[in-house]
């Protein structure tokens, strides 16, 4: 069968679409008014930050179990155990009226969006047409970012202009639409034997996949760019008097991302992994350098470009690669090792990279992180010539 008539969008590649967007939904219309709900409950600005932080830690603690929860429950049982997690979590918001039920809350809501997120992205591999898998795992990724701009701006306007309630009930409901969606999805589980998973895997392989760990590696070194711009690109800004330049910033890195992964996607089906993997690495360090050393509106500019093009596509393609590396029965542990890896650099990245931030110097901080960001190129070329 020719690559054209391999269809991507069809009805179950919508549904399962709409699950990963409406699940992601809920996470980044929560962003923002929890914070300011802690504290308008009396709590500091430290509290506050937990009951962000807390969500990531939870969602990092599923990861570690979601591959096994995935093999022994079945992919149906557990998106369906996860994703009920997550909604029930919405609904203990509404009584959420102390600071200790609040961090519980948030924690278990990060164990919900963990698991579930990855039960999500397996169950899409094999709904995912095999020989356009990199463009059409581009597509059904821009999910995330289409969440990522659209939830905080609904968020904001809600916590603002109504209550925090009001957010809640949002959350609530598109929480309902994801286990909706997932529940018209037809879930194409491999079989496998007793073998393959009582006897084949032991040790640390009952939780992650090994051959996914060299490129999950280098994505969560080339996220530390990312991780930079997202956490420090505020009080940046207003050291260097560019916030207007860094207002566009995520306007045009999601129009770029989305894109961007598609297109990258199409190249890695038709040349390859090596293209895809050093181009938006190096262009990534570029970026990221520039608004180090040579801070200004154009640099800020050509950064968000590089940004999208770079750790914004390359984040779609290893999640391909970590997919098509692994063994199809450990497709579920493959993906939950990307995402664990790939999380932990996104969630601890910013306290690591905040120790270069000397006398509120924020361009040492920057510099660091596109160092960082460099060393996952070396790397990369370790990591492919060992896959072909």
């Known amino acids: 069968m020719s690559n054209s008539n391999e269809k991507i969008f ?8 709409g699950a990963l967007f409406f699940t992601s939904f809920v996470m980044y219309v929560l962003m923002s008014p929890i914070t300011q709900y802690t504290t308008d409950m009396g709590a500091s600005a430290s509290v506050a930050g937990l009951a962000s932080g807390i969500y990531v830690i939870g969602g990092l603690i599923s990861l570690i179990y979601s591959g096994q929860a995935l093999q022994k429950w079945g992919w149906r049982k557990t998106a369906y155990v996860f994703l009920g997690l997550h909604l029930v979590v919405c609904l203990l918001y509404f009584i959420s009226n102390n600071i200790p039920m609040l961090l519980l809350v948030r924690f278990l809501h990060g164990i919900g969006m963990g698991a579930g997120g990855a039960a ?15 463009e059409a795992m581009g597509y059904f990724l821009t999910g995330t970012p289409l969440a990522v701009g659209i939830g905080p701006i609904v968020g904001n306007y809600l916590i603002e202009n109504v209550s925090a309630t009001s957010c809640f ?23 496998t034997t007793d073998y393959d998973t009582k006897n084949q895997y032991s040790g640390i392989e009952k939780f ?18 990312y991780v930079g711009i997202i956490s420090f690109c505020g009080v940046y800004a207003s050291e260097l008097h560019l916030v207007d330049a860094f207002s566009l910033f995520f306007i045009i890195y999601s129009i770029i991302l989305i894109i961007a992964r598609p297109l990258g996607g199409k190249i890695q089906d038709k040349f390859g992994n090596w293209i895809v993997t050093i181009v938006p690495i190096t262009l990534q360090a570029i970026g990221v350098f520039l608004i180090a050393l040579y801070p200004s509106f154009v640099s800020v500019i050509i950064c968000a470009v590089c940004t999208g093009v770079g750790f914004g ?20 542990y493959a993906i939950a090792t990307y995402l664990l890896f790939t999380d932990i650099a996104l969630g601890f990245g910013p306290a690591f990279l905040g120790l270069f931030a000397t006398a509120g110097n924020y361009g040492n901080l920057f510099l660091v992180s596109a160092i960082i960001t460099f060393l996952a190129l070396p790397i990369s070329i370790v990591v492919l010539k060992r896959m072909e």
Do not use: D, W
């Open 169 to 191: 009930l949002v959350a609530t409901v598109i929480a309902v639409l994801a286990l909706v969606c997932i529940f018209f999805v037809n879930i194409k589980q491999p079989q």
């Open 120 to 134: 999500i992205i397996t169950i899409a591999t094999p709904i995912l047409p095999a020989k356009r898998f990199g």
């Open 10 to 17: 069809t009805s179950q590649f919508f549904l399962i679409f």
């Open 313 to 332: 596509t390359f984040y779609s393609i290893a999640n391909a690669m970590v997919t098509k590396n692994a063994p199809e029965e450990r497709h579920s």
């Open 208 to 225: 992650i996949e090994l051959k996914a760990i060299p490129i999950s590696v280098v994505s969560a070194l080339c996220s530390f760019g």
